[in-house]
């Protein structure tokens, strides 16, 4: 049913890595999102107003803030489409994630409000009108609602949008939510008990819980989130492929939205090579990581001394000292400049954001290591800050 409306209303609907494309699909989910949940919405309000169900009307309000958020989706969706300018070199692509937020919040806010209304319900119960119609709207309902939640997570997966997959937990919040309406009206009816409050306030908790939960994954993104392991390791792989790369470090990535991420590397090559072929190689990697992954890669070359193996012993052994203090810790960039009576020993090391060391202390423990072992040498050592997560 998903793949029969996407290839009816979305034009190019593999192309998923165009933005234009990205566009039509959220405007499309918006789309359709408004129209299932208005629709919901007047079914459950009416019937719950005709029932006296609290929880019943909630719900409806619910679905009336979905309705919302699909609004401000399709408006994120909208501003995120807009090109680069002047002010915004990289585009607009974290309206998305804003647009994202939003729809989170909105979700937190109904499950208080429906926390609240089940309360007063509880406190002043009221008995609840169970019958034939109720009972279908609901469980038309949990059917459209079950299909929207995978609606949404489907094409939230194929255009990696944070957008649709918080509407698509939305769904599924909902999909529980009117099935405790359900279970609670039918056992009020049968056992002549009022759960209609408590099952409110059950189903509001739960929603308060998922959306502080999608609050958090949607202002991940805006703060800077470490890129996910699966992209560090694609890029590390990707550029130690090509002949002639010895090493890289001090990957970056910067998200500038869905489809809108930018990365810089430093590439290690052998000094002694012929620096133009080494440009080349560096510009081919580069221009490979545009064309087939759409991502923009910034390349650093690093000349590294291979003939001199007292040197490549000293960086070896260096390297695997470190990791004394901590097994993530790295070093690159060793060089040595000899003099007459000592040897700077000049090296970066890259700290792992979470080591309880810091900068000054790392630095003391690594010098030691070194003079430790080296006697006439005098270690020049620059931390570095990883920026990639600390597990990877």
Known sequence: MTEWLVRRFVRDWTDTASPAVRT?????????????????????????????SVSIVADAVNNLSDAASN????????????PADPEHPYGHGRYEYLAGLV??????????????????????????????????????????????????????KRIDSETL???AVDSRNDVISTAAVLASAAISHAFGIQLDGI???????????????????TVNPLLGQAPSPEL??????????????????????????????FASAHVEMAAEADPMES????????QDFKNEDGLIVTLHYDPIVTDDPTVADMRNWIDQAVKIIDPRITIH?????????????????????????????????????VRDHYPRSIPKITIDESYVSSEQ
């Not at 739960?206 to 999608?214: N, R």
């Not at 130690?240 to 470090?249: A, E, Q």
């Open 71 to 82: 609004i401000v989706s399709l408006l994120g969706f909208k501003l995120a489409s807009r």
């Open 199 to 217: 099952a409110g306030t059950a189903v509001g908790l739960f929603i308060v819980w998922s959306g502080i939960g999608l609050v958090r994954d």
């Open 165 to 167: 997959q918080a509407t």
């Open 279 to 286: 440009h080349d190689l560096i510009d081919n990697i580069e």
């Open 232 to 261: 560090v390791e694609h890029i590390r792989a990707k550029i130690m492929s090509y002949p002639g790369v010895l090493g890289t470090h001090d990957l970056m990535v910067h998200d500038y939205g869905p489809g809108r991420q």
């Open 333 to 369: 960039d060793l060089r040595c400049v000899p003099g007459p009576t000592h040897t700077n020993v000049i090296f970066d090391c890259v700290r792992p954001t979470d080591l309880p060391l810091s900068e000054d202390a790392l630095r003391r423990r690594v010098s030691t290591i």
């Open 103 to 156: 729809v989170a919040a909105l979700v937190l806010a109904i499950g208080i409000n429906l926390v609240a209304s089940s309360i007063e319900k509880i406190i002043h119960p009221t008995p609840v009108d169970f019958n034939g119609t109720l009972v279908l709207i609901l469980a038309l309902s949990i059917a459209v609602k079950l299909w929207m939640a995978a609606f949404n997570r489907t094409i939230g």
């Open 24 to 52: 039509r699909y959220g405007q499309f989910a918006g789309v359709v999102g408004i129209v299932c949940n208005v629709l919901l919405c007047v079914a459950k309000g009416a019937i719950g107003a005709l029932a006296g």
